[in-house]
């Protein structure tokens, strides 16, 4: 089974950016796609971005396009999400996770403890 760490979370103001790691335990890991999602208080868990196991595809949610890049190094085994000009609303508790392809939202993996992106206006 794979396990997942997110980090590299914290405070910035609105239009900063910040780049969240996503480390994976587990030889298998190169075999999955890989989601990112938040969570808002009060909110379910909502899909952010998504790449293929190769990384060449990615996907993104209509709030992030433009302004979040995903990607990935197997050989570190680690998932990232690049967040340029951040807003108020991105603001939420930030996961990674197994998703069946690239092109899906939905999780199919155990969610870790998630790491803290707090935007300030």
């Known amino acids: 089974q794979v396990q997942l760490v997110e980090s590299g979370g914290g405070l910035v103001q609105a239009g900063g950016s910040l780049r969240l790691s996503c480390a994976a335990s587990g030889r298998t890991f190169s075999i999955y796609a890989m989601g990112w999602f938040r969570q808002a208080p009060g909110n379910e868990h909502e899909f952010v971005a998504g790449?293929?196991?190769?990384?060449?595809?990615?996907r993104y949610a209509d709030s992030v396009k433009g302004r979040f890049t995903i990607s990935r190094d197997s050989a570190k085994n680690t998932v990232y999400l690049q967040m340029n000009s951040l807003k108020p609303e991105d603001t939420a508790v930030y996961f990674c996770?197994?998703?069946?392809?690239?092109?899906?939202?939905?999780?199919?993996?155990?969610w870790g403890q998630g790491t803290q992106v707090t935007v300030s206006s």
């Open positions: 790449i293929s196991a190769s990384g060449g595809s990615t």
């Open positions: 996770n197994i998703i069946n392809y690239y092109g899906s939202t939905s999780p199919s993996g155990s």
